[in-house]
DNA sequence: AAATCTCCCTAACAATCGTTAGAGAGGTTC
DNA sequence: GAACCTCTCTAACGATTGTTAGGGAGATTT
C-alpha cells in the first residue's frame, strides 16, 4: 500500500471512530509515521483527505449498484425452487458482504453517521446509501419475483417495507454500533435470517 | 434560564451537531455570552458539562420509564374498542412527543450516535435508549392487550418485532437526519399511522 | 553529466485549544 | 462596618492546531 492510501486507511479509522474535526493532522502522520509536510504533499489539505474519501466511496458504489442491477436481470428461476433462495442470495451477497460488512463501506457509514448533522453533503449521501438505496433496490428485485408469480403484486409494497425496515433496523443496532466483530456479525445473521424464514416459509 | 443551564442548553445544541471534542470552550462561552474563567466556575472542565448533560437524560429517561409503568397499568379497555386505538395512544403519547420529538431527548440521541464509537458509557446508553428500552416498552403493552383476547398470544413476539422495527427504522429516516423540522415530524408521523392502520385495521 | 521529478525530511508560523490565578462588584451574614 | 459568599471579569499559561518554506536523497529523463 503506498502513502497516499496509507495515509487515507489511517484517516478513515480515525474519522469514522472520533470525527472529522476531533482527528489531528499530527494523529494520522503519527500513525502512518511519516511528518506533517509529507502528508502535504499527498494532499492538499485536511478537507482534501475526507473529499478523497468522498470520492472513493461514490465509485465503491456505483460499481456495486451496476452489480445489482445486472443479478436482477437474472432469468427467472426454475419451478420449484423456493422463492426464499433468491431474495436470501440477493440479500446476502450483494447488500451484506460487499455492503454493510465491508470494512471500507462500513467505516464509511460510520463517518456518514457522524458527519451528517454538520455536512450536507454527507447527510444525503448518508440518506441515499442507508435509505433510499437499499429500498429502491428491494423493491426491484421483490417486483421481478411478482413476475413469476410467488407474490401477489399488490402486496408487494408492503412486503418490501416490512423487509427494508427490518434490516435497517439491525444495521443499525449491530453494524454501525460498537465495534464490528464477529460475534455482532453472526448476530445481524441469524435474525435477518430467522425474520426471512417466518416471513416466506412458515 | 440562570447561566448554569444556558450553558448546558448552548453546549448540548453545538455537541449533537459537531461532535463534543470538535466544540471549543470559547464557541460555548461566545454564544451564551460569558468568559471562559465563568464558565470555569459553574463546571470543574469541558468532560463536566457533558457527565452533566449524561446525569440530566438520565434522570429524565427514568421519569418517562415510570410513567409509561404506570401507564400499562390501566384497566383493559372496554369492549368493541378497537385495539389500535390504545396502541396507538401509547406510542403517540409517550414514546414519541414527550421522547423522540422532545427538543432535549432528540438532541441527546444526536450526541450520542455521534459519540458512541469512542465513548463506552454514551454506547450502552445509546443501545438502552434506541433499542433495547422501546423494544421492551412494546412488549410489555402488547402482552397486556393479549390478555384481553385481541391477539393470539404465540404471534405477540414477531408483531412485536415487526412494530419496533418500523418504527426504530423510521426513527433514524426522520428523526435522526439532518434538522429536526414540522416537515420531518409529519412525515414520519403519517408513515406511523399508515403502518398502524395497515398492520391492525385493513 | 546535467537537469528534472518524486517523495520525504527539519523547522517553524500564527491561531486556537483547555485551563487557571487573581481581582472586583453586589448582596447577605456576623 | 467587617467579613463572607456568589458570580463575573481581565489576562495569561503551555500545549496543540492546520499549514508552509526550504532542503535533500534517490530515481528518471534529457
Redesign the interface.
Known sequence: MNTRDKIMDVALNMF???????VSIRDICGEVGIKESTLYYHFKNKKDILDSLIEKFRSHIDGLLTHVDEITEMPPQKKGKKHDDISLKMVDSYMIDSYLFDPFCNLML?LM??E???NEEL?VL??KT??TDPYEIQMSVFKKLATTGVFPEKEIE?IV??I???M???T??YLL??ELTKERKKAYQKEVHD?MT?RFIA
Open positions: 469514522s471512530e472520533r470525527g472529522y474535526e476531533a460510520r453517521m457522524i451528517q448533522f454538520h447527510r448518508y440518506e442507508l435509505f408492503w417495507k416490512e427494508h425496515s427490518y435497517t433496523m439491525l443499525f443496532k454500533n460498537g425474520f417466518r
